[in-house]
């Protein structure tokens, strides 16, 4: 019988599942790659290792997967937006942004998908410039406000959106150009 299958007649005998002391056995623990590195609290299998393993808070470790996706996945995608971000512009597709400098209020309507353009107001236009007392003041603003809105209906935006910077707060000269928007039929999303 053995002439006929040499490889069953190699096999070593069946060792018990229970070790006798003394006597090395093998079993799948010894199967499995193990690393001598202190592992992390939660990927401590200390209940893996043998009763005649180390006992040490340094014990065995099971080089396991990892359930994050691996560095060439990370290079191949780096920049990966969120559903908002890819859907926000769709959705809120024209956008108000003002600017403030010491002597001029500039204000505009930009549709974010395109970059075009949509309508544009500032305090330093000729006509505004030579007919308003100060532009930079409350009045000033308020008239931005009202150009910004008659613009943007002309162009047959009902509907703007404004997303304030880091730290920045809806009062003051912003307050009062975004209320004065409001007042002449636009409507913020």
Known sequence: MASLHPATATLPPRQSLAPSPG?????????????????PPRLALHSLAPAHGP??????????????????????RPNRKSWKQRTDMYMRPFQL????????????????????????????AKDLRLTLP???????????????AERSMDADVF??????????????KLGIIIDTIKEHGIIFV
């Open 23 to 39: 006597a090395s056995s093998l079993s799948w623990y010894a199967s499995i790659a193990v690393s001598r590195i202190p592992p």
């Open 55 to 76: 006992r040490n808070r340094q014990s065995l470790v099971v080089c396991a997967a990892w359930t994050r996706r691996s560095r060439s996945e990370a290079e191949q």
């Open 97 to 124: 942004n003002v600017f403030f400098s010491k002597r001029f209020v500039h204000a505009k309507v930009m549709h974010r998908g395109t970059s075009k353009v949509i309508a544009v107001a500032t305090t330093n």
């Open 134 to 148: 100060s532009l930079v003041d409350d009045n000033a603003c308020r008239t931005i406000g009202r150009l910004i």
């Open 159 to 172: 509907a703007l959106a404004y997303e304030p910077k880091k730290n920045e707060r809806i009062e003051g």
